[in-house]
């Protein structure tokens, strides 16, 4: 069982609030990913870190924000939620050198 | 660019009926292979890969998959569903184990009894 937990599972926001996503793993792993995921649509990246301090943009273009303070925590930040972020937001992490990824069972949020 | 295609939206199979997934890929080498399932209200886990040598693999819960290089599939088989596979299975490809993932967009399975 992987050792990742997000937080909040649900949330549901008014517009132009600032909420904070939390993700956290205690397997030590290196890698850490952010991803967006809608209904029937492919898993899209929108943030990515390879360590400490080291935070980088996926893909798909994203108004979020993310740090990485500690290897183990690896926080996404909206400033100010739009209904346009109503979505899943799945969490991941993998070793250096490792081939599995390691998924957070994901934050269900909804803008209003 | 590099994309992955799985063609069907949706499957529904009856409990004790075998299943095939579907999975297509473009990318110029062979890229290392994954398929994740994704129960209701969880993450995603990882099933199966595929890198390198024997092209049919094994995975956990009885799945496996077989990596067809000439037609650029890795489809998904199970010769027996229980109501427990109900779940969106997901495929994906990396160039290398470094690399970020490309994903397609799921197949809903969907079990009669």
């Known amino acids: 069982e992987a050792d990742i937990y997000q937080t909040p599972r649900y949330l549901v926001i008014g517009t132009g609030k600032k909420i904070t996503l939390e993700c956290s793993q205690t397997?030590?792993?290196?890698?850490m990913y952010w991803y967006q995921q809608d209904p029937g649509m492919e898993l899209h990246l929108i943030h990515y870190?390879?360590?400490?301090?080291?935070?980088e943009k996926g893909d798909l273009s994203s108004e979020s924000t993310v740090s990485r303070i500690r290897t183990e925590h690896f926080p996404l930040t909206l400033e100010s939620a739009r209904p346009s972020h109503t979505s899943q937001y799945l969490c991941?992490?993998?070793?250096?050198?490792?081939?599995?990824?390691?998924f957070g069972q994901g934050t269900r949020l909804t803008v209003v | 660019a590099q994309s992955v295609t799985q063609p069907d939206i949706h499957i529904t199979v009856s409990e004790g009926a075998s299943l095939e997934l579907r999975c297509n890929y473009s990318?110029?080498?062979?890229?290392?292979l994954f398929w994740y399932v994704q129960s209701p209200g969880q993450g995603l886990q990882l099933l199966l890969k595929y890198f390198s040598g024997d092209t049919l693999v094994q995975g956990i819960k009885g799945f496996e998959a077989e990596f067809k290089r000439s037609q650029s599939s890795f489809n998904l088989r199970k010769p027996s569903v229980h109501w427990s596979d109900a779940a969106e299975y997901f495929c994906a490809v990396a160039p290398d184990s470094n690399y970020q993932l490309i994903w397609g967009a799921g197949t809903k399975l969907i079990i009669k009894p």
């Open positions: 397997m030590g792993h290196d890698k």
């Open positions: 990318y110029g080498a062979t890229p290392y």
């Open positions: 870190s390879y360590g400490v301090n080291s935070t």
């Open positions: 991941a992490s993998k070793r250096q050198g490792g081939t599995e990824a390691f």
